[in-house]
């Protein structure tokens, strides 16, 4: 079993930055990519930014340019910088995982609140 922790998140003004971290814990795996998901009130989840254990990374439009995803292959660890927050922004933060250990699975974290205040 793989388990996905999660921190960072909180309460910022709008404009303001965050970084949320995702941390990949457990024996014998490796990570096929990593990426965060979000979901607000009311609206169904999506995804936020992807990455490769290569470090390829992908974006949805609405974030291109304020944030910014990386990945530590050496510390299992994913990040999501966040700059320019938006009202918009405010959301459960989700890390995802697809992760090899002997066969390939799923994973997600239990979320992170993010609200951004005006």
């Known amino acids: 079993q793989v388990q996905l922790v999660e921190s960072g998140g909180g309460l910022v003004q709008a404009g303001g930055s965050l970084r949320l971290s995702c941390a990949a814990s457990?024996?014998?795996?490796?990570?096929?990519?990593m990426g965060w998901y979000r979901q607000a009130p009311g609206k169904q989840r999506e995804m936020v930014a992807t990455i490769t254990g290569g470090g390829s990374p992908r974006y949805v439009d609405s974030v291109k340019g304020r944030f910014t995803i990386s990945i530590d292959n050496a510390k299992n660890t994913m990040y999501l910088q966040m700059n320019a927050l938006k009202l918009e922004d405010t959301a459960v933060y989700y890390c995802?995982?697809?992760?090899?250990?002997?066969?390939?699975?799923?994973?997600w974290g239990q979320g992170t609140q993010v609200t951004v205040s005006s």
């Open positions: 457990g024996s014998d795996f490796s990570i096929n990519s």
């Open positions: 995802y995982a697809v992760i090899t250990q002997l066969i390939i699975r799923n994973y």
